[in-house]
């Protein structure tokens, strides 16, 4: 097995290793090409990446210009012809040509006075840059806002939050904002707070405003949200703002705990098995003894594919035939935090948190055991928790009440307080025989994780 996946992944690397340079060369083509058809030398203003893409420095999203040349690639034309195919456009739409914004003045072919706020670190003289005998597109005092139009679609009972930046995008005046809000006959669901007034903002300041959705039941709420300031040309703008709340309606309790059951019985084994092998490696090593690594991972990779078995997987008999989702059985939109987080939208979802979070125990053992840190201390400062709250665990034909407690795992701080051992419940080390060996007890619930995994007791249930 071992010397099986050694050969793949020696494979995989291989085919890696002789990809990567075409795809590291592809990316330099383009600019050699720009550069060859318009005789651009580094003497030049524009001999940047920014000539195409929104960052100056290249990569990630395209201007105007950089999108049209990308539209004839798919064309299936190589790069050069694309370039020049392009040439007679006005993508920036200020009354150039792309070809002589380049060839002849020096000037950028993806931006006018009209988007040229779109460019991201963008070089201290790149005003003169925009469009031809135009030395800046910026007036004395001007105002602008992002976006210039919000929409919330926002679960009834939850609070849907969207930010509003206000810049000021002149050259020589700070803005003073002296009102904002919602104009009169806006629904009472929306709302809006920020700074105090009146806001001075510095020119290339910008400040924000929170506008809120908060919507009690199913709504369609509209509303505009006024900002006034003493912009010579705009003294008032005017944001729509939209909202559409939606309900969320849980399963059944009945198929609800159905699957939960299920699900909760499989994870008992998942964590039993988890903890007895690792539990075992553990002693070894305090033993002075090589752990047999194979058989561990193989003992709980076998456990982990049964338990994502009962989560849409081939064994799943009460989850997936009544269509539940997360958002169905109740449970949270995310597992866990920081980067870290995984959003629960499939049934799959549920399985990789739990096998994640079963990990973050595990990890916070080695830190007690032996010191490790792994690859993930450097993920988030965040602790990573997690809980189920507020349900109540059907297991086996009876009902428990599980321990409303969670174990906070801060992957990041290697010296923060550990979580004991003696703090878990019911996980009892206790000596095996001659080898020392550490014999973890199973978990009783779901709850031993820091989390509580809970299905509703049905109608008439026992």
């Not at 992944?9 to 600019?31: E, I, K, N």
């Not at 039993?272 to 690792?278: A, G, P, R």
Request: with cysteine.
């Amino acid at each position: 097995m071992r010397s099986g996946l050694r050969v793949v992944l020696g494979v995989v690397l291989a085919l890696g290793a002789l990809a990567l340079p075409r795809v590291v060369a592809a990316r330099p083509l383009y600019f050699d090409n720009l550069v060859s058809i318009y005789g651009l030398t580094p003497a030049d203003d524009i001999h940047a990446c920014g000539v195409c893409h929104r960052l100056w420095t290249g990569t990630g999203a395209r201007n105007p210009f950089g999108s049209a040349v990308e539209g004839q690639l798919y064309l299936g034309k190589p790069i050069a012809q694309a370039i020049v195919d392009v040439a007679g456009f006005d993508t920036d739409g200020d009354g150039f040509t792309n070809g002589d914004e380049l060839g002849i003045y020096r000037t950028l072919p993806g931006y006018s006075c009209d988007n040229f706020f779109l460019a991201t670190n963008p070089p201290a003289n790149f005003q003169s840059l925009i469009t031809p005998g135009v030395p800046s597109c910026l007036a004395p005092k001007d105002i602008r806002i992002d976006p210039t139009n919000v929409g919330f679609a926002t679960q009834a009972g939850q609070q849907g939050v969207e930010i509003v930046d206000v810049f000021n995008n002149g050259a020589d005046d700070p803005i003073t904002v002296s009102s904002y809000g919602f104009l009169a006959g806006a629904s009472a669901t929306l709302g809006v707070t920020g700074p105090a007034l009146p806001i001075v903002i510095p020119v290339g300041g910008s400040v924000q405003l929170q506008v809120t959705f908060t919507p009690p039941a199913v709504v369609l709420a509209n509303g505009t949200l006024r900002i006034s300031s003493d912009d010579p040309d705009e003294a008032d703008i005017d944001v729509p703002v939209s909202g559409i709340s939606f309900a969320n309606p849980l399963a059944p309790a009945a198929e609800r705990a159905a699957c939960l059951r299920d699900v909760s019985r499989q994870m008992e084994r998942y964590t039993k098995t988890h903890l007895k092998e690792w539990g075992t490696c553990f002693a070894a090593e305090l033993a002075g003894v090589a752990c047999d690594a194979g058989r561990r991972d193989l003992k709980v990779g076998q456990a982990e594919a049964k338990l994502r078995g009962v989560l849409g997987g081939a064994t799943d008999r009460f989850c997936t035939p009544t269509g539940l989702t997360p958002a169905r059985l109740g449970l949270p939109a995310t597992c866990g935090g920081g980067c870290g987080a995984i959003e629960l939208h499939t049934l799959s979802d549920i399985a990789d948190c739990l096998v994640y979070l079963k990990g973050q125990v595990e990890a916070k053992r080695q830190f007690k055991v032996g010191g490790v840190v792994g690859a993930e201390a450097e993920c988030s400062r965040q602790p990573q928790q997690f809980g189920f709250d507020g349900l109540e665990i059907e297991l086996n034909g009876k009902s428990r009440q599980a321990p409303q407690k969670r174990f906070p795992i801060d992957l990041a701080d290697a010296s923060a307080p550990l979580v004991d051992e003696n703090d878990i419940p019911d996980f009892q080390p206790k000596q095996a025989g001659r080898t020392g060996g550490l014999v973890a007890q199973p978990l009783e619930s779901l709850a031993g994780l820091g989390m509580i995994l809970v299905a509703e007791r049905p109608a008439g249930g026992h």
